[in-house]
C-alpha cells in the first residue's frame, strides 16, 4: 500500500512524509538452529559488554549437518575450556525462507 502512495505523491509532486519506528528490516535464523548455538562472550558475567561469535559443539555440528550442510562453521578450539567447537560464520538453512527478505520492502518504500 506505501509503495503505491509513494508512488503516486512522486509522480504529482505532493510532499510526503514517512515515518518509521524501526527500518523494517528482520534477521531470521534457521529453526534447526535455534536451539543449538551458543554464544561466546567477552565476560561471562556482563554480556553486555559484547561478545565474540556464535558457535556450536562438535556434537551439535554434527547433528545440524547430518541430512544438509545448514551452516558453515571454523573448527577452532573455546578459549576457557579448550573443547574443539565451530564458529559460526554462515547460517544456509535447510530450507528457503530466513535471512533479510523484509528487505525487500523496505527497499520499494525508500526507492
Given at each position: 500500500v506505501f509503495s503505491n502512495i509513494s508512488r503516486y505523491a512522486t509522480a504529482k509532486k505532493l510532499p510526503l512524509v514517512y515515518l518509521s519506528q524501526n527500518s523494517g528490516a528482520r534477521i531470521g535464523l534457521a529453526q534447526e538452529l535455534k536451539e543449538m548455538y551458543s554464544i561466546l562472550f567477552n565476560d561471562d558475567e556482563n554480556p553486555e559488554d559484547g561478545f565474540q561469535f556464535l558457535y556450536l559443539t562438535e556434537e551439535q555440528y554434527n547433528a545440524a549437518n547430518a541430512k544438509?550442510?545448514?551452516?558453515?562453521?571454523?573448527?577452532?578450539?573455546?578459549?576457557?575450556?579448550?573443547?574443539?567447537?565451530?564458529?559460526?560464520?554462515?547460517v544456509i538453512g535447510a530450507r528457503n525462507g530466513i535471512g533479510v527478505e523484509n528487505l525487500v520492502g523496505s527497499g520499494l518504500i525508500a526507492g
Open positions: 544438509k550442510n545448514v551452516v558453515n562453521c571454523e573448527k577452532t578450539e573455546h578459549p576457557k575450556t579448550g573443547e574443539t567447537i565451530y564458529k559460526i560464520i554462515d
